[in-house]
């Protein structure tokens, strides 16, 4: 057996002291946010009504490479992380494989998953610019849960916007978030505009992140004190989630670990981004090179079938407008699709990376998601995801060709939580009862049709 220990637990003072920003390492920079209305690239102060102040310079900061983080945020970070790094010797020797495989748990905290990473920064920033309050949207919970725990810790209110199919189907999720003291609202509500015209043109509608997000930023934009946040796909939320990578290359080093390839589920891709960050740095500078795979849901493809274009990052198209894979705004994915990363957008970083040809992307089906999700429970232990388990697959599925070829590569793949809230769906594949479903390409030229003209793009 090698000497590598099961879990490589980092010491307290190994917790990074900086973000990475890997923006400042890109030849070509993502593109800017722009106002539907002009076109033109939004000003640090048209965001300012809608983010917290020090949120926008991150977001707009393409050049610097390390941001410190804040000794608040650190004394957080601190109670539950870092976190481990695990060989996943169990899983291993299941499959028969000659691969290594590496797994960062990010499931170590209440909220369930890595989302807390960026919800205590974001949460920070709003309390230190003396707001109110903050605004947000839910999808499948694990964002709301892990900023309502981050406004409790700051004293700050918090008003989620739960995507009401999965405000339904996962009532103890939104339980948790009133426990720690924030509201949740079934989206979409009679309580907005945007919602009310929503449910008129769509009655019956379950939800999608878009309505969602259109009724968040709503709230926050009509109600002084209020500042709208966001879980995933912005720069900023990238940058937080550094945190990840950064503890994984400090693991690896000491270890001398390399992995040949990484991969990690992409909803919006914030913990692909956090996770690959140093490496792709490491790439990006031509230092040393890595395989990165993104993988999604066939059910909601939005890097292997979307197009690469300026679009509204909600469907009620109030938000700015962002450069990225997209399915079209007004894309709904069926609602019998259990697995999470239902967006229809990307983060424009990886989208801008993918563009550039720096990574690889997969679309995978959800009964195979959950197939794969229940061997990795078996070997490992760990109920994961089913948004972890996208990777979980890609990763078991690169170990077996290891098998065949008698490759030793070293594999890395991102778990980013538990799955506890999401036994309805483990449910319906235990019985046998859950369905793939794939849009089809008219689907797509369908929601293709909501792209906005953006003059000169
Ligand atoms: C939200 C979430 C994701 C997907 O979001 P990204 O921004 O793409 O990382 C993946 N896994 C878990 C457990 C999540 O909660």
Redesign the pocket.
Known sequence: MSDIPYKIYLDENDLPTEWYNVRADMKNKPAPLLNPGTGQPLTAEEMGGIFCEELVAQELDDDTAYIPIPAEIREYYKTYRPSPLVRAYNLEKRLGTPAKIYYKF??NNTS????LNSAIAQAYYAKKQGLKGVTTET??G??GT?LSMACAYFDLDCKVYMVKVSYEQKPFRREVMRTYGASVTPSPSMETEVGRKILAEHPGTTGSLGCAISEAVEVAVTNPGYRYVL???LNQ?LLH?SVVGLETKTACDKFGIVPDVII???????????LIAPFMGEKLRGERDYRIVAVEPASCPSFTRGKFAFDFCDTGKICPLAKMYTLGSGFIPSPNHAG??R?HGM?PILSQLYHDGLMEAVAVEQTAVFQAAEEFARAEGILP????S?AIKVAMDEAMRCKETGEEKTILF?L????YFDLVAYQSFNDGTMTDSIPTDEDLEKSFATLPVVPGT
């Open positions: 990010e499931g369930g998953s890595h989302k999808g499948a694990q964002w892990a879980g995933s796909v939320v989630q990690g589920c992409a909803g919006g891709g914030s913990n692909l981004g956090g999470g990363l967006f983060s995801a089913p948004e972890s996208h991102g980013t939580g538990t799955g």
